[in-house]
Nanobody, 116 residues
């Protein structure tokens, strides 16, 4: 089993920045890809960014050039640096981890609110 715990959410004005962190614990050696998803009220959960074990990244078009995902495997942590935030980025952000055994793990979510 893997436990994921997010931190770093909050309230920020449009144009501001936030950095989300997600620390993994438990059977961390089973983890391969890690990513961030978000869910706004009344909308489906959507992929924001993903990073593979080799460091390859992929982003949703809506965040390209503004968000950066990174991981520190020594700390079992994945980060999401969010710059130039917009009100439409307001959502609950969830950390996600995949495993070599095809299991998927989710964090509890952290609220990001961007005021205009």
């Amino acid at each position: 089993q893997v436990h994921l715990e997010e931190s770093g959410g909050g309230l920020v004005q449009a144009g501001g920045s936030l950095r989300l962190s997600c620390a993994a614990s438990g059977n961390v050696f089973s983890i391969n890809d890690m990513g961030w998803f978000r869910q706004a009220p009344g909308k489906q959960r959507e992929l924001v960014a993903v990073i593979t074990t080799g460091g390859t990244t992929n982003y949703a078009d809506s965040v390209k050039g503004r968000f950066t995902i990174s991981r520190d495997d020594a700390k079992n942590t994945v980060y999401l640096q969010m710059n130039s935030l917009k009100p439409e980025d307001t959502a609950v952000y969830y950390c996600n981890a995949g495993s070599w055994s095809k299991d998927t793990y989710w964090g509890q979510g952290t609220q990001v609110t961007v005021s205009s």
